[in-house]
């Protein structure tokens, strides 16, 4: 590090540990692992059926989520 950028450092942070991240652009959650797209998918098939006329406590009890939690996803995407 040369030492003029040191000394402006040392006025922010003198005596400290400093964690400087990487300049590279990191995938969202789930992105790399596929769960992001899967999460996604299944929100899609939820609206879906709500749209058709599946009850919030069917869909509820099929995809092992709370009602609220179900309540939040259509609510969503009809936002969107």
Known sequence: MPDQLLKE??????????YIP???SKAGWGRLSGT???IDKRN????CLFMQGEPV???SEEYHLSEDTIRKI???KNQI
């Open 9 to 18: 450092v040392q006025q922010y942070a003198e005596g400290c540990l400093v």
């Open 22 to 24: 990487k300049r590279s």
């Open 36 to 38: 992001r797209e899967w």
């Open 44 to 47: 899609e098939e939820i609206t």
């Open 57 to 59: 406590k069917e869909l």
């Open 74 to 76: 259509i609510y969503k």
